[in-house]
């Protein structure tokens, strides 16, 4: 039997969750992607003007204008993302992505954002550097409830400061952002800044790292250092595009860091300063010349040069294992083993067994080894002159004078004007030999008429200091 309380609490749940369903009904329609292409630049279709960014091998999160509000949808869920060729990883994201989509806003808009969870397990977002109230700043169990699977919440903000920011969860922080739950936020400013300049090129990376055995397709939650996938925006090199400018442009590259350790960003050929942080953007007195930046974990740098040097230039982590893919840890240095008649021995009970190791690791490069299933080679790519041997967080910079304004095609490789390329040194470039020049006899050395015999070079002497207080020296 149910009696009247019952009934009514039955029917006052009933009518919640009509509400639910009905609010639902008016959010705006999440945009889901699966490609791992990179988008174009997504000019803003509404709202104050602004220069879009570029998300190396990702997107930018589409709006909707309603009454004066920018308003996002997210959807938390889990995901597949080609993290490198014949290598796919089961993450969770957002979008049908990890990293998530950007989002791109403009200083002093008002934002709502609609986060809805398709994950297994509750969620939350936190909206890393924002200035906020302190109910809208995303940590579970302390600003906000945590978003249950199946519910969505809303956040909703002023953006009140430019810069590049992050976003990512605190709710089972250590699983979520293991698995690849974070995004970008790109503030742009309203008006001209005094300590930002204008950029042609605007690119965005998220750092990532995943400890995803060979043959299997999910990382390893439990992991504290030994990752063995370093990623920029969850691709590794070289499923990692370039990134194509015109010669003379001003660049902007948006490095963050949410891997447990830290990272410092090379780029050769060129000079750059650190323009911006998480903390907002580098007043030019404080800036200095650099070609290598350490990003902290947590942190955000934002880089800015002047592409005048034409050519294919490396961009890169410089810690050599970031530059690998599928890094075991537990590998026997073999420098100097003689292989000779191991492998075929092995061969009889391993048939796909490859020796390696005795030289170096570099002709894994330009090896065509069996590899497990759903992996990476550690060292692999090609470039013009042959294997690149690098993986991981690795890409290339290229500079073209031809390359059109807002084009980001890749132009190919470069062809480098004659003579300017490093060679083998071959007889060609042997000095000439120095003539002999001609015997003079005894009696000429003291003939009067000959002048004064060249004096001979003393022999080389050493002499060692000694003593102390610097004497004898």
């Not at 960014?53 to 709006?63: K, Q």
């Not at 894994?364 to 692999?380: D, I, Q, V």
């Amino acid at each position: 039997m149910i009696s009247r309380r019952h009934l009514f609490a039955g029917m006052a749940a009933v009518s919640a969750t009509g509400v639910a369903r009905a609010a639902l009904a008016g959010l705006p329609e999440p945009v889901i992607r699966t490609t791992a292409d990179t988008a174009a630049p997504l000019l803003p279709p509404d709202g104050r003007p602004y220069q879009p960014v570029v998300t190396l091998n990702g997107w930018t999160l589409p709006w909707r204008m309603r009454n004066g509000v920018k308003e996002f949808h997210l959807v938390a869920e889990p995901v597949e993302r080609e993290i490198a060729p014949d290598c796919t990883a089961r993450l969770w994201g957002y979008n049908g992505q990890s990293p998530g989509p950007t989002i791109e806003v403009v200083e002093g808009d008002r934002v709502r954002i609609y986060v809805t969870n398709r994950l297994p397990e509750h969620t939350s977002v936190h909206w890393h550097g924002q200035r906020l109230p302190n109910g809208m700043d995303g940590v579970s169990g302390l600003t906000q409830p945590a978003i249950k699977p199946g519910e969505t919440f809303v956040y909703e903000f002023e953006a009140r400061r430019p810069g590049t920011f992050m976003y990512h969860p605190h709710a089972d922080e250590m699983t979520q952002m293991a698995m690849g739950m974070m995004g970008l936020w790109i503030t742009h400013p309203k008006g001209r800044h005094p300590h930002i300049a204008q950029v042609q090129r605007d690119f965005c990376l998220l750092l990532a790292s995943y400890d995803i055995e060979p043959g299997s397709y999910t990382p390893r939650i439990m992991t504290m250092t030994d990752f063995n996938l370093w990623t920029w925006n969850s691709r590794a090199f070289p499923g990692i595009d370039s990134l194509n400018v015109r010669q003379g442009d001003r660049v902007r590259v948006r490095v963050g860091n949410l891997t447990m350790t830290n990272h410092p960003i090379h780029i050769h050929g060129h000079e750059f300063q650190v323009t911006g942080t998480d903390g907002g953007p580098v007043p030019p007195s404080a800036r200095w010349p650099e070609v290598t930046t350490d990003v902290a974990v947590g942190q955000m740098r934002q880089i800015e040069f002047i592409a005048d040097e034409p050519g294919d230039w490396a961009i890169h982590c410089h810690k050599s294992h970031h530059t690998m893919n599928a890094m075991g840890h537990n590998v026997d240095t073999l420098i100097g083993v003689d292989h000779k008649g191991l492998a075929s021995r092995i061969n009889r009970i391993i048939p796909d067994y490859m020796t390696m190791g005795d030289k170096g690791m570099a002709d894994m490069g330009a090896m065509a080894m069996p590899l497990p299933e759903n992996t990476a080679p550690m060292m692999t790519g090609t470039g013009p002159h042959g294997p690149l041997e690098m993986g991981g967080m690795f890409s290339v910079l290229k500079v073209r004078p031809d390359q059109k304004p807002g084009d980001y095609s890749d132009p190919g490789w470069f062809r480098a004007p004659a003579g300017t390329v490093a060679r083998r040194v071959s007889e060609a470039d042997a000095p000439p030999a120095p003539s002999a020049a001609p015997a003079s006899s005894p009696s000429s050395a003291s003939s009067p008429t000959s002048g004064p015999a060249s004096p001979r070079t003393p022999p080389l002497q050493v002499r060692k200091p000694g003593g102390h207080g610097g004497h004898d020296h």
